[in-house]
């Protein structure tokens, strides 16, 4: 290859800002990688590729992060917030297989997923896309999606490439404002944040994408410590790193640590990014830099080779124009995955037992949310980001939580009459007073509240995330009336609503859960199913909390606020269901490191039970959480039924960061903690030592 065609391969281009004419250029030109062109237009270029210069086929990437949603005929499964509900690595495997199905039915190749990034501050406008706030649980999940994506054979036509981003630390942006620069240390990286990342790379992810923000004044893109050292000499990470949109340039104008194009891009290329995107200046750049002798060559051949060793496991050189049958767009066998996810993923969040709802039959449902598909979706769908058109026109198949009661309502003989009574945030005239005449008439009103994109998404960050306060106005007017309100919440992370939990009988959700939420929704609150969802995310009474997830390290002046407790409304881990569940018997054996523990259900209804494990050691070099989940497991069980588990674990298992930033399992006491959530009233303990591990074992 030429030095040109080497520096084209490390730039991605977005066809839809630079249009058609501009992207056959770079296409004759040799570059690596498109996103988010696909169908035709794709396989124009990919013609002028494989026909010009060194012959190289083309890459494309889309953000395709809950399904393919850009494409109007894909199926739009649940967020990530919203699947991690489900505490279910299997199913989200077979949701990312089916999404690979669709992405690849275009002739797409990768995919910008999974985020990895953990959501522990819920002012930051991008918690919906996170599997929540545990870096175990984000990181099962996250290497089942990559699992699901790549499938066993990479070069199948149905494999599209995983990108897990962004890397590092990108949710912990101070202030939760995004982009912004985050002071955690390398320690706490290592410790708390690389763990998904580092499932995710033993599970295959052929890319890796940087975040935008910065740690401790060094951009992401910039980190050499980051990107060469930690991702690709200690996981031995072997496939490319892309940089975040436009990264290379915001060096210069946002960051400020280069002053021109040909320092960021040789910053850039250097701390060890393979592929720019949106970086056109970074072609120009490299190719001076190499040729005066500023950059050396070897460094874009390293980059050139990992881009072309992806572009081979995936079958791109023996099949540039790869494709999956079109007939996977949106079929049959996928709606079905997305009403069985949707309903995984409900959780009862409050029930002072008015759920199932049985003998109501007038039902009042009421509120912005219960009849805009849009609420149910989030963003990255074909009305929102990257191609923003929020009045675009959502398309059917979709079930609003609307319709979903209106349907069964019929099944159970009650009558459903329906207000808006505000917009998501705005008044409508004479809504309130519209709303609350029709819930005199009610047995009980179902209120639909939450969010939009336009109050949360990638950019909308919120430093007030309560309900919006036309909302709160309705929901005040809707209790005066004295009537019974389950609340459904379709929101896009949690908010926080202190309120609604006082004065609701019932409160569920499931965030932005796609096409069959709100029917999902409707099914649980009619007890057509029964609710076993869990909070992967703490909710907190209020924003003044934040960061309130639960697996803190230890204080102990002031641990509550003086106006606020230092717990959460609902804790991470926490879910309801129709029936309930005991916990018993709770052995460990030392030497085996196995726990056994049985789990009854003590309810009149067979339900299912994620069945929770967090351990904390009791002393330890540097300080550790109160406690972190190392397992869980989802049973189901009959009315009186119970089950014995046994979980088996590692000495790494019990493992944390020391001073030295290495991963060490210190010998002493601990305690496991087991149950159905994450709060103290919901776990039964054991303490247990471990010991000096054997001389054979360290001599290992
Ligand atoms: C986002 C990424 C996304 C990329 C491409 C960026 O603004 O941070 O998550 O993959 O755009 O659309």
Redesign the pocket.
Same mark, same amino acid.
Request: proline share 7%; hydrophobic share 45%.
């Given at each position: 290859m030429t030095l040109e065609q080497k520096a084209a391969q490390l730039v991605q281009i977005p066809y839809a800002q630079i249009g058609r004419e501009k992207s056959e250029e770079w296409a004759r030109r040799g570059v690596g990688s498109f996103?988010?062109v696909f169908g035709e237009d794709a396989k124009h270029l990919q013609k002028i590729a494989i026909e010009s210069g060194a012959k190289i086929p083309l890459l494309f990437g889309i953000?395709a992060v809950h399904g393919h949603c850009l494409n109007r005929k894909a199926t739009i499964f649940p967020t990530q917030l919203s699947m991690a509900c489900a505490f279910d690595p299997e199913l989200i495997k077979r949701v990312a297989q089916a999404a690979a199905k669709e992405i690849s039915a275009d002739g797409l190749h990768q995919t910008?997923s999974p985020?990895l990034c953990l959501g522990r501050d819920i002012r930051w406008g991008r918690v919906d896309e996170t599997f929540g706030e545990d870096p175990y649980l984000a990181g099962i999940l996250g290497a089942a999606m990559v699992e699901g994506y790549q499938g066993e054979d990479n070069a199948a036509d149905t494999s599209v490439i995983a990108c897990a981003?962004?890397y590092i630390g990108y949710g912990e942006a101070t202030g939760a404002r995004d982009s912004y620069d985050t002071s955690i240390t390398y320690r706490k990286i290592k410790d708390t944040f690389l763990p998904p990342f580092e499932k995710a790379v033993k599970a295959g992810c052929a890319s890796v !994408?940087t975040a935008?923000g910065s740690i401790d004044g060094t951009p992401c893109t910039a980190d050499k410590k980051l990107l060469k050292e930690i991702l690709k000499e200690q996981l031995g990470f072997d496939g490319f790193v892309v940089t975040?949109?436009q990264n290379v340039s915001h060096l210069i104008g946002e960051q400020c640590v280069a002053e021109n194009a040909k320092e960021a891009s040789r910053l850039a290329l250097e701390s060890g990014n393979d592929m720019m !995107?949106n970086a056109p200046e970074f072609y120009v750049a490299i190719i001076d830099l190499v040729r005066s002798g500023e950059a050396d060559e070897k460094l874009l051949d390293e980059a050139v080779e990992r881009i072309l060793t992806v572009k081979m496991r995936f079958g791109l050189f023996d099949n540039p124009f790869r494709q999956a049958d079109e007939k996977y767009l949106g079929c049959e066998e996928h709606l079905e995955l997305n009403k069985e996810i949707a309903r995984e993923s409900t959780v009862l969040l409050k029930n002072d037992g008015i759920l199932p709802l049985t003998g109501k039959n007038k039902i009042l449902v009421v509120g912005p949310s219960a009849d805009d598909i849009r609420c149910n979706y989030g963003d990255w769908t074909y009305f929102s980001h990257?191609l923003p058109d929020y009045d675009t026109q959502p398309v059917r198949p979709y079930v609003t939580l609307l319709e979903g009661v209106q349907e069964l309502a019929k099944k159970h003989d009650c009558s459903v009459q329906y207000v808006k009574g505000c917009e998501i945030n705005g008044e409508i005239a004479g809504g309130i007073k519209q709303a609350v005449k029709a819930a005199k008439k009610a047995d009980v009103i179902v209120f639909a509240c939450g969010d939009n994109i336009l109050l949360a998404a990638?950019g909308c960050d919120r430093a007030d995330v309560r309900l919006p306060k036309p909302q709160r106005e309705l929901f005040t007017a809707l209790c005066n009336t004295g009537k019974s309100i389950v609340t459904a919440l379709i929101c896009t992370k949690p908010l926080c609503i202190p309120e609604i939990d006082e004065h609701s009988a019932a409160v569920l959700t499931n965030f932005n859960s796609g096409m069959f939420g709100g029917r999902a929704l409707a099914e649980a609150i009619f007890g057509e199913i029964n609710p076993s969802g869990k909070l992967p995310i703490s909710f907190p009474y209020h924003v003044g909390q934040q960061p309130c997830y639960y697996n803190q390290l230890p204080g102990w002046h002031c641990r509550s606020y003086v106006d606020m407790p230092e717990t959460s409304l609902y804790s991470f881990g926490h879910g309801l269901s129709y029936t309930s569940f005991a916990y018993s018997d709770i052995l460990f054996d030392e030497k085996t490191l196995t726990l056994k523990v049985s789990v009854k259900n003590t309810g009149k209804r067979e339900g299912a039970e994620t069945v929770q494990v967090y351990f904390r050691d009791l002393a330890s070099s540097v300080m550790t959480p109160v406690k972190r989940l190392i397992a869980f497991r989802k049973v189901q069980l009959k009315a009186g039924d119970s089950q014995e588990l046994t979980f088996t674990f590692t000495r790494d298992d019990f493992s944390f960061v020391n001073a030295n930033e290495e991963r060490v399992t210190e010998p002493g006491e601990f305690e496991l903690m087991v149950g159905g959530s994450s709060a103290d009233s919901d776990l039964i303990k054991k303490k247990f030592t471990i010991g000096m591990a054997p001389k054979s074992w360290t001599d290992q």
């Open positions: 996103l988010h953000d910008f985020v981003k962004h !994408m935008y975040d949109w !995107m990257p990638e």
